[in-house]
């Protein structure tokens, strides 16, 4: 009894447990974090809307249908080596610090991009042309495997326990505002320039405009701090480091093991698979709902149902002006009400309305298609505006980067980046026009199981930190809680100890 008594006192919260958010440092963690997203979604907006046009730059001898598939299978290669981005950027930013490898994968992101804009048509050089398109996004995809699960980190890592939600939110506020802006640029594009036009020299346009984009996000992430949390762990590994002989026979042999890879992975896969599966499984539902409507959407609509190409990109970009209006709105309420109920209602939603939504799309005008956008536009917004703030905190501080790296980027390279090449190819193999519907639907239904498995951390503080807080005196309130609650549980404890029978229940006398 003794030892649960001191082991009780041990759990009270200090004052030095407590961080203190510096607003001004959260805004510009944010934005920075934010304008790499936006940078990187930029070029997957330009992608998915010239999916087309570059089909018949690259790939000219092919048929229409062929085109666009192969033009989808250059865009999925991306997303192989992502695992690979993820395996080198992840752990190098739990060792290093989350902010220096930032600022190198926007580097290579804005490279990659601006080089697509300089590369020679197949009728210039012949099959060299999709091999170098395939080259640069391949270091792409590379650099990507760093940044979304860097980026979330990052912000998770500067955000107050109670507006997590929210401030995670911005992130993909970035991501779908940077999908806005390339797709909108492309519709703008092709109105002015036509089809012929955008063949012959207008695609270009789009990635020239990455290089300026990216020397300004690496200008904002260079002029970053490393997060609190990071610092923390970081003075901690010193501490335990510059240990004597003596010290070091007490040192836990993970957190020994933990400056090798070899030594990080182990952990993450024996000790934390259990997260690392939640992880896949919801990163499944939103990267699969995700790329289904920004990248192959627009593709579905002009070349699988035959509509007007201008209809088809408006009605998208709608739908992701849609998603930039109401995402803070629903991270906010994930602050409020928790991830849990927003992952839960959102799963439910998408197996029930995905069929109905596409059979709107698929009937003609403009309305009925602009409501089944809308429907899927709200569903999206579900999973965006709460994914930022729930896939750090499935895993401690000490590898959090490194984890969430790998997990997201092998799910999103085994089904959300592959989302546009399956979908078309399964419509061009059945006939069946409403595959992707139900491509959706086995999505709500992994995301709806993984929610089931996944515990609430809304307004709670991520794994291995204490609390964050945002003003001293809140902090001053947390501690005086924290005291009283430990002094409460001692005394209960003394009491039980002192006067064991007085706590028998009613029945204990009776015989």
């Not at 992608?47 to 001898?61: D, I, Q, R």
């Not at 569903?379 to 965006?384: E, G, M, R, S, Y």
């Not at 006939?431 to 709806?448: K, N, Q």
Request: charged fraction near 15%; charge should be positive.
């Amino acid at each position: 009894m003794l030892r649960i008594l001191v082991r009780r006192r041990k759990t009270m919260i200090r004052s030095e447990d407590v961080t203190v958010s510096d607003r001004p440092q959260v805004r510009r963690a944010v934005t920075a974090a934010a304008l790499g997203n936006t940078m990187e979604w930029f070029d997957f907006g330009v992608y998915a809307y010239l999916a087309g046009t570059m089909g018949k730059v690259f790939f000219p001898a092919s048929s229409p249908g062929v085109q666009v598939v192969s033009a989808f299978a250059t865009f999925a290669a991306a997303f192989l080596v992502r695992p690979l981005g993820g395996l080198v950027f992840g752990p190098l930013g739990d060792r290093i610090g989350r902010q220096k490898v930032l600022a190198a994968t926007m580097i290579m992101m804005a490279a990659s991009t601006f080089a697509v804009g300089f590369l020679p048509s197949y009728d210039s050089v012949g099959v060299a042309a999709p091999l170098l398109l395939l080259v640069c996004r391949l270091v792409q995809g590379f650099s990507t495997g760093g940044e979304y699960a860097g980026a979330t980190t990052y912000i998770a890592e500067y955000a107050p326990d109670r507006r997590r939600g929210f401030l995670g939110s911005w992130l993909d506020f970035g991501t779908f505002v940077g999908y806005a802006l390339g797709s909108g640029l492309v519709t703008v594009l092709t109105l002015v320039l036509g089809t012929g036009g955008l063949e012959d020299w207008g695609w270009r346009i789009p990635f020239y405009l990455a290089g300026p984009l990216g020397l300004i996000g690496l200008y904002m992430r260079m002029k970053l701090e490393e997060t609190p949390a990071f610092k923390k762990e970081a003075a901690y590994a010193a501490s335990e480091a510059s240990k004597g002989p003596e010290g070091e026979e007490d040192v836990d042999p993970v957190e020994a093991a933990r400056e090798s890879g070899k030594g990080r992975l182990k952990e993450i896969f024996t000790q934390h698979w259990q997260a690392v599966l939640i992880c896949m499984g919801l990163v499944l539902l939103y990267n699969v709902t995700n790329y289904m409507v920004t990248s192959y959407l627009p593709t579905y609509m002009t070349v699988t149902l035959g509509q007007s190409a201008t209809t088809a990109q408006v009605l998208v970009l709608a739908t992701m002006l849609l998603v930039v209006l109401t995402i803070t709105t629903v991270g906010h309420s994930s602050d409020r009400w928790g991830r849990r109920p927003v992952f839960l209602a959102g799963s439910v939603a998408l197996v029930a309305l995905s069929v109905p939504a596409f059979v709107l799309i698929r009937r003609g005008g403009i309305l009925l298609p602009a409501i089944g956008c809308a429907v899927l536009g709200l569903l999206l917004v579900c999973f965006a505006g709460t994914a930022a703030s729930t896939l750090p905190a499935l895993f401690p501080t000490r590898l959090r980067y490194g984890a969430l790296s790998l997990a997201f980027n092998i799910s999103v390279s085994l089904f959300g980046g592959t989302t546009p090449l399956v979908a078309s190819a399964l419509v061009e193999a059945t006939g069946d026009e409403m595959v992707p519907a139900y491509y959706l639907m086995v999505a709500g239904a992994v995301g709806f199981v993984s929610t089931l498995f996944l515990h609430e951390t809304a307004g709670k503080p991520l794994r291995g930190s204490g609390p964050m807080v945002e003003t001293p005196g809140e902090a001053q309130r947390l501690v005086a809680r924290s005291r009283s609650a430990a002094g409460r549980r001692a005394r209960d404890v003394w009491v039980r100890l002192r006067h064991p029978r007085s706590h028998h229940g009613p029945h204990d006398h009776e015989g």
